[in-house]
């Protein structure tokens, strides 16, 4: 007779909106296989049919909702889709990693403190779209990312995590983003193997790491 078995340990069930290329989904997807984040992605859920997340999925076996935003009536019927597909998928966690809609107050509420969204930008500074060509407009010496719980405000939750990148003289838009980039990628899979551990603790604005 086998020996009775341990019980598998169970890990928070997320989900990643991605609305573009994907390469944050990618960081998570190997954060998990490589044991830094102990957590299962159940589901990619996507607005853009042709966002390159998709193919990152599927050549994971990790199941795409697609709801093109264009098809639906109106916003209120996207977003009651959406949140359906995130309630079907069973999360825990929600992992906005490069996507490019405002999520409305139900799905928001839902999730306090359990939506987190990473920004290419040192938040206070430069929210919302193009953020690297609003941060080199201003003139600024130092650029980053900045990872944060999602709440009602754009881009305004507490702080998990930031890294820093040096504007250089010569930089434009691109060269900026791609170092920025570079630095997203390991911040956000910090700051969600932060949270799946259970280690991150809001009190107000503040996020302590315990
Ligand atoms: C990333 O730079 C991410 O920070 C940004 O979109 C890019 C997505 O890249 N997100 C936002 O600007 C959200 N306000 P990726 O698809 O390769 O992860």
Redesign the pocket.
Known sequence: MRPPQPSPVQVPRMVVL????????QALIDGVADGRIHASIVRLITDNPGAY?IDRARKEGIPVSVLDYLVFQDRTAYESALFREIQDAGADLII?????RLLGEPIVAAFSDRMI????ALLPCFP??H?QRQALEYGVKVAG?TVHFVTHEM?SGPIIAQRCVPVGEDDDEETL?ER??RE?HDCLVEAVALFCDGRLEVTGRRVRVR
């Open positions: 991605a609305s573009g290329r994907g390469s944050n989904f997340a906005l990693a490069g996507y490019m969204n990473i920004h290419p919302g779209l953020a990312c881009d983003s920025i980039l997203e």
